[in-house]
Nanobody, 121 residues
Framework: QVQLAESGGGLVQAGGSLTLSCAAS????????MGWYRQAPEKQRELVAI???????NYADSVKGRFTISRDNAKTTVYLQMNSLKPEDTAVYYC???????????????WGQGTQVTVSS
């Protein structure tokens, strides 16, 4: 069993900062991709930032220059430093990891439970 434990959401004023963290644990053989998505009310879930399988980072255009994704040396915990937050960043933020539980298993995507980020104007 795999768990993605998120923390760090909350309420912040526009222009403020928050840092989200997500720790993967459980029966993990290897992590292929890991990052963050978000879903605002009545909108589709969208990519925010992610480490790709090659170790590169991808960001949504809307957060480039404001958000930074990072990870620990073990590559099992990812962080999302969010600066210059805007009301439109308000959403539930979900951690996502594509990983293998065994050496010969396919890559399967796992989701965290989500953490609310609310930015007030």
């Amino acid at each position: 069993q795999v768990q993605l434990a998120e923390s760090g959401g909350g309420l912040v004023q526009a222009g403020g900062s928050l840092t989200l963290s997500c720790a993967a644990s459980g029966s993990i053989f290897s992590i292929n991709t890991m990052g963050w998505y978000r879903q605002a009310p009545e909108k589709q879930r969208e990519l925010v930032a992610i480490f790709t399988s090659s170790g590169d980072t991808n960001y949504a255009d809307s957060v480039k220059g404001r958000f930074t994704i990072s990870r620990d040396n073990a590559k099992t915990t990812v962080y999302l430093q969010m600066n210059s937050l805007k009301p439109e960043d308000t959403a539930v933020y979900y951690c996502n990891a594509g990983l293998r539980t065994k050496w010969n298993s396919p890559v399967f995507r796992y989701w965290g439970q989500g953490t609310q980020v609310t930015v007030s104007s």
